[in-house]
């Protein structure tokens, strides 16, 4: 981060300086007071449970240079309090104010499903041509997205900036930050839903990252989206299409897998190329077209981009393949939706192995669709031939049903936590199989990704 004066902070975020010296230099933003170092500007945010003014002293203390605060200052304070109506609204503030002094391309990516992986996909494409900036595992949120903007500097010569939302009104209010003027809409689904209540406003939501957007501005959409693809030509600003259809202006064909890499020819109007990428799935092919796509537009060479886009990594928790001797891990345990689950079992499904395994957790903020989404993910499993699931949690049991009513023969048990799906995991794990981890967040799948001891017993080798 460029530092910054704290009368500089004061007049971006409309707050008071109540103590201190005007011209204190701040070298970091911190809202963790775990985080906190010498230099910091300490910004207490009220959660739910925990308001985290009654920190402020104790980083002062530790080295913080100054801090937000919508109370007084105390008496014998020495170091600046900047008073403002909202802690939050006030770093949202800053990192606009901040946003603006850098004149660099900003890619902005939001959907439904995919969003992380997409940003890391599209990262990689452009990292052997320009200097990316990217953010850091999947902080999208009000608190996370502004503060990805701190990692900013005077090299960058392109961001791309994940932007999630969940209720009316946050996208628009994470657009006015990031200002991109680019955006990929990865797709419509059902995350959210029990928020935003349809998938018309789910779009016209996630629609504006936009906002910010000049005529000549572009936006990246997956023509295959049965709603993303009536945006195509319609709106005031250029549109580009990925996908596997035969109008998108990127486009797959002959997919194939070599090993854990997948291999296909992307034709758009340039020329058919080749291209490879360290990643299963015909949802990261569409992640690679939207990389591509973007590199493109960007003035990158297809030379270039391909050379950048066979070092993709996915971040930690999203289908990470740890592959060992006698069997392979798919951790996908950082989040679940219904279109997401099915998609990683589509990975399982495509990796050479001689039983398939799915632990299923609970997918949560469903609403009144809950019992069918899990339901047809059961189905989903059970006409691709995965050979086992193991589901966890009340809604998780729908899936079971779907399961067993679409393939009758397939070994389905539901459980209640997390130890007990483990335990019963060992019983069904062979030489040669596949696992897949999977689940909402507040389900903490990972204690089955971590547990190596469980798996060490069955397989002989320690995962870690």
Known sequence: MKSMKVY??????????????????????????????????????????????????????????????????????????????????ALQKLAAWYRAQ????????????????TKE???????????????????????????????LEEHHEA?????????????????????????????????????????????SEKLKITNSFSADSILFLNGDDELLSTLHGKLDFRTVTFGFGSGCDYRAENIRISGMNTIFTLISSDKAEEIEIPA???????????????????????????????TYKNAPMRQ??????????????????????????DVLRSIDATRRIAVLANMLELGELAESEHFSVGRHLGEIGIDCVICIGGLARHIARGARETKPDITAECFTN???????????????????????????????????????CVTGHDIC
């Open 8 to 89: 500089q902070i004061a007049e971006a975020v409309g707050g008071e300086i109540l103590c201190g010296s005007a011209d204190t230099t701040v070298t970091n933003i911190q809202y963790d007071s775990r985080a906190v170092t010498d230099g910091s500007l300490f910004v207490p945010i009220k959660g739910a449970r925990v308001d985290a003014h009654k920190f402020i002293a104790e980083c002062l203390a530790k080295g913080a240079s100054a801090v937000l605060t919508e109370r007084d200052a105390p008496i014998d304070a020495k170091k600046p309090y900047i008073r403002v109506e909202d802690t939050l609204g």
């Open 280 to 310: 299963l799935g015909e949802h990261n092919v569409k992640n690679a077209l939207a990389a591509y796509a973007v590199a493109r537009a960007c003035g990158l060479s297809p030379k270039v981009i391909k050379e950048g886009l066979i």
């Open 121 to 151: 996909m599209i990262a990689a494409a452009l990292s052997c041509g320009l200097d990316v900036m990217k953010t850091q595992g999947n902080k999208n949120s009000q608190i996370g997205m502004p503060m990805t903007m701190f990692d």
């Open 159 to 203: 961001a791309v900036i994940e932007m999630g939302m969940s209720y009316f009104g946050e996208m628009e209010r994470l657009c006015s930050i990031a200002q991109p003027s680019m955006a990929v809409m990865t797709n419509i689904g059902t995350a959210h839903i029990e928020n935003l209540g349809s998938r018309e406003n789910i779009m």
């Open 320 to 345: 990470q393949i740890h592959t060992f001797e006698n069997f392979t891990l798919i951790d996908d345990s950082y989040n679940a939706s219904p279109d997401a689950m099915r998609v990683s079992l």
């Open 418 to 456: 997390n130890t007990d799906a483990l335990e019963y995991l060992k019983t069904q794990m062979v030489d040669g199989c596949a696992v897949l981890v999977k689940g909402s967040r507040s389900m903490h799948t990972e204690e089955i990704v971590s547990a190596a001891e469980c798996l060490r």
């Open 102 to 117: 850098f004149s660099l391309r900003l890619i902005g990516v939001t959907g439904s499903v995919g969003k992380t992986s």
